[in-house]
């Protein structure tokens, strides 16, 4: 079945610092994809999409490209702030949505 | 605000306790969800609603039951659970249209309700 693999945390960096969180994904159709976030003691929120391939998802700074050669859609952010912190899943949606495990960000002043 | 209010936030019970988790959404959704979050583990779904209707029951233990009575609410009623059911639990709505295939469905979450099985 459908599935999403991201990779595991905690990653902690410095302000200003430059920001990957790698995300592949296995599907047997042409699903969209999706990074949430989960900022502390909330629910999570769509932070970007994008729907078919090559499509560039972007927000808040964070960039994603839907690579359909590599099954793909990393996240990057070339200078993260103390309010970055956060965990974040990336996700797939084909008939249905389907998650990462999250990868829990903290960004040190 | 995200739009979407669960309660209570915090509950603790015991294993022979009869509970339930409260949402409700003011956004005009017309598909309602139950994910299942645990430290480590991918969000698991657990239930879904769609026009009021069950559409996925995704391999649930009966010890947890959900209640969708109308388009904006949706409870999940708890009895004799055990302690690896210890989680966030998360509800999320979503505006669905028939026959959309494209698989674009954006999710919106509540804050979550903090379960502890004692």
């Known amino acids: 079945g459908d599935s999403v693999t991201q990779m595991e945390g905690p990653v902690t960096l410095s302000e200003e610092a430059f920001l990957t969180i790698n995300c592949t994904y296995t599907?047997?159709?042409?699903?969209?994809l999706f990074w949430y976030v989960q900022y502390p003691g909330e629910g999570l929120q769509l932070l970007l999409k994008?729907?078919?391939?090559?499509d560039k998802g972007s927000n808040k700074g964070f960039e994603a490209t839907y690579r359909k050669e590599t099954t793909s859609f990393h996240l990057e952010k070339g200078s993260v702030q103390v309010s970055d912190s956060a965990v974040y899943f990336c996700?797939?949606?084909?008939?249905?949505?389907?998650f990462g495990a999250g990868t829990t960000v903290t960004v040190r002043a | 605000e995200t739009g979407v209010t669960q309660t209570p936030r915090h509950l603790v019970m015991g294993m022979t306790n009869k509970k339930s988790l409260k949402c409700e959404q003011h956004?005009?959704?017309?598909?309602m969800y139950w994910y299942k979050q645990s430290a480590k583990k991918p969000l698991e779904l657990m239930f879904v609603?769609?026009?009021?209707?069950?559409?996925e029951n995704n391999s649930v233990p009966s010890r947890f039951s959900p209640e969708c009575p109308n388009s904006s609410h949706l409870f999940l009623h708890l009895h004799t659970l055990q302690p690896e059911d210890s989680a966030l639990y998360l509800c999320?709505?979503?505006?669905?249209?028939?026959?959309?295939?494209?698989?674009?469905?954006?999710?919106?979450f509540g804050a979550g309700s903090r379960l502890t099985v004692l």
């Open positions: 999320a709505s979503s505006q669905v249209s028939a026959g959309d295939s494209s698989g674009a469905n954006v999710l919106t």
């Open positions: 599907a047997t159709g042409y699903p969209s």
């Open positions: 994008a729907t078919k391939a090559d």
């Open positions: 996700a797939l949606n084909d008939y249905k949505l389907s």
């Open positions: 956004l005009g959704h017309n598909a």
């Open positions: 609603y769609n026009f009021k209707e069950q559409t």
